[in-house]
């Protein structure tokens, strides 16, 4: 899908744990909410495990209708026994559908259908949160699909609006950013509110926790930091630049790409800005750290390695426009193109290549939704821009399971 410095962009986010309000920070960097979404508040970008590209499709499923969510992964159970809990991924899509598939096979453990079209759904624990575009909150049982709760939130008489950040998940509570400013949070057992703020101005960004704060960012040149227990104001940063692209953390600094090319690194107990570097390129998908590397995507195609202490950039590598955050795992950064391919850069190398190319990608399709991917046990999982939701492997072996089923 073609995106401008103005398109909102829907991403996923992470989780922090805290009890009795005291706060427990989270410091691995090991592991990503693409990977399995509600479980790293960091928002590193890591995938646990290594991917080997060029990729084939272990098995596709078919969500009829354009725009395929980005996708969270949780062990549940299957069946009776404890000992079945395999990996599920959820994903919201097509025209009014939310589904759990079995990782390992492909197989529909539950489909739902909806009276509007679903965003991007986040899974933690035995529960999964999704917000539908007519403003209705829903909260549905992961291995059933069976309603937990629904609610239609307003703010001052005003529907909250359809053009909302993804949630995140924090202990016993659920956060939500919204386009008209709203910042909300629920009680996940029962969808009682918690606490709420107004910004004033849309929220693009995804938030995330770090540190037992939920940080924002908005469209009004400001990043905030809340106490995700209570909703009490920590810090409030001014910005030169809008934000929609989403944020990183690497549990002591946020990093906040402005969406005409600034990057921040924002120190996350007081707010203070450490250094900024303008990488002269609009950017609207998000960032991924690894290691002393922060990756940062462009409108022009460009992935950019900048040094996350002091802001220099390292190099870069040319490719398509992208149309996906970028994520890690082992040496290689994944991101799908707006030309219907998936790129994999060789960090090492300094190298991009061609992994995988959808078929069904049309050049004179518009409207296109790419949902960020997400990647599990060796397997990558990503929509194509149409209809169709995928599981890649290693080409070899995608080819071998397929002649096995014949």
Known sequence: ???????????????????????????????????????????????????LPPFGALWTKRLDGLGISSSSILKVKIDESESARREVVFVSGGEKTTAAMVVETGETLWQINLPSRPLAPVASE????????????????????????????????????????????????????????????????DGKEVWRKNLGDRINSSPIVVSGKLIVADYSKEVAAFRSYNGEEVWKTELSEPVIAQLASDGKTVFVSGVFGTIYAVDVEIGTIVWQSNIE???????????????????????????????????????????????????????????????????KGNQISEA???????????????????????????????SKFFCLVPKDIAINAHSVDK
């Open 1 to 51: 899908m073609r995106k401008t410095v103005l398109v909102l962009l829907v991403l996923f986010l992470g989780v922090s744990f805290f009890g009795c309000g005291e706060e427990k920070q989270i410091t691995t960097t090991e592991s990503s909410i693409w990977s399995f979404a509600g479980k790293d508040s960091l928002r590193s970008g890591r995938a646990v495990g290594e991917i």
């Open 126 to 189: 035995n529960s999964v949160v999704f917000v539908t575009m007519d403003g209705v909150i829903q909260c549905v049982d992961a291995e059933t699909g069976n309603q937990n709760w629904a609610l239609r939130y307003t703010t001052e008489g005003e529907k909250i609006s359809y053009e909302v950040a993804q949630p995140v998940i924090s202990g016993d509570n659920v956060f939500f950013g919204f386009g008209n400013g709203l910042v909300l949070g629920l009680n996940i057992s």
């Open 281 to 347: 390129d609009s950017v609207v998908n998000g960032s991924c750290l690894v290691g002393d590397s922060l990756f940062v995507p462009t409108t022009s195609g460009k992935i950019v390695n900048v040094n996350k202490l002091t802001g220099e950039v390292i190099n870069s590598v040319q490719s398509d426009v992208p149309s996906t955050g970028v994520v890690s795992a082992g040496d290689n950064l994944l991101f799908a193109t707006e030309t219907g391919k998936l790129m994999v850069v060789d960090i």
């Open 356 to 386: 995988y190319k959808f078929e069904t990608w049309k050049e004179n399709v518009s409207g296109q939704s790419f949902g960020d991917i997400s990647i599990s046990s060796g397997k990558v999982f990503v929509s194509d821009g149409q």
